[in-house]
């Protein structure tokens, strides 16, 4: 137990014989505090060499820190030139290099924008929803007093001193706990059962081991495992019987895009859907539109007018997901693919896919 009192501690740690083993490096490691007058006890456990990445459903930005007004503000700046160039190209028509600049244009314009005024996430195994800086403060202050009994002085004034600071830090941790939870559950809408469920659930993904190829063969590089999921996972389609001809229906009226319609493709979409590669999410992209609205909508005036998808909304990123129970993960079929698209061209689909939706 341990003392104020004296300078000997004594901190034990326990382990099963089973696993005693498999322990090696006990140490005190006197850089990391614990909150108490006891050292922390550290070591090692060898295990299998399991290597994990960083999950692509984090989001890379962290928008709950971000400045909208420099943002937005930016936007409206560096637009200027571009807004002018699609006013003058809206009634024209375009080839397709010509449209797919102005597709990349836009996302490098909102990219930028979010480079400069948007904090990345630095996730760790630590993170906390409730952390905030103030904790961090009192942390800092608490570790300073506690070394400053260890190692300096140890009265009994100093200890009453790392006493209190240890009483606040602890105390401000119960509360902000206590202030994020009950935030989170006064905005809950019905839907936040996910998002609490989503907070047990690890940032890192498991690597996948070497994958089997179709001739039985261990794929173990990177590109190579692509190639073997990609030929397991999107086998050509057969081949198509031509239909007998059938006479043409009746062609359907087909107005110009219209602002709202713009408008709604992007705020109906979840702010928290996972952004694809150019990392462009919809919370960026719905703070944006409250921006430069007038060049976004007529980006996709022209786009759709002329019936373009660009390329650089087409890309996507696939992220390999395990299936539950398999008893062997070597093979492609354990895995699932799902992709996470550009959401920049989610709103040109989802755009066409509510007047088809009209249309039928």
Known sequence: MANRQYTSVLDLAFTTGQLAAEIIDWQINENKYSGSDHEVIQFSITTEDIELV?????????????????????????????????RQLETQDLNQEQMETIACSLRDLITKAAEQNIP??????????????????????????????????QSQQQWTKFASCRAEYFYAIKTAKRNSW???????????????????????????PPI?????????????????????????PPEINQNPDRPNAPEAQWSSLTNNEVKQAIFTSSPKKAAGPDEI??????EAY????????????????NG???????????????????????LPKAYRIITL????GKVAEKIMATRLAYLS
């Not at 809408?189 to 609490?196: H, I, M």
């Not at 409250?290 to 007018?305: D, G, S």
């Not at 373009?308 to 070597?330: M, N």
Request: overall charge positive; hydrophobic content about 35%; glycine content about 4%.
């Open 341 to 344: 698209l550009n959401c920049l």
């Open 281 to 286: 999410g919809f919370a960026i992209i719905q």
């Open 54 to 86: 960083e999950s692509p459903f984090n989001a890379p930005f962290n928008i709950q820190k971000a400045n909208w007004a420099e943002f937005n503000q930016q936007l409206v700046q560096e637009s200027q030139s571009m807004l002018t160039e699609l």
């Open 120 to 153: 990345r996430r630095k996730p760790c195994s630590r993170s906390k929803v409730w952390w905030n800086p103030n904790l961090t403060l009192l942390r800092k202050e608490m570790a300073k007093q506690s070394r400053i009994y260890k190692r300096h002085d």
């Open 212 to 236: 089997q190829t179709a001739d039985g063969k261990l794929c173990h590089t990177f590109n190579d495992k692509c190639q073997t999921f990609v030929k397991a996972m999107y086998p050509k």
């Open 290 to 305: 409250k921006a430069i609205a007038e060049v976004m909508n007529l980006t996709y005036k022209i786009l759709i007018r």
């Open 182 to 208: 009950t935030k989170f559950l006064s905005e809950a809408n019905g839907k936040e059962v996910f998002q609490a469920y989503k907070y047990t659930k690890p940032r890192l993904m498991e690597k996948i």
């Open 308 to 330: 373009f998808h660009p390329q650089c909304w087409r890309e996507g990123t696939g992220v390999i997901l395990k299936k539950a129970g398999k008893p062997d993960y070597s």
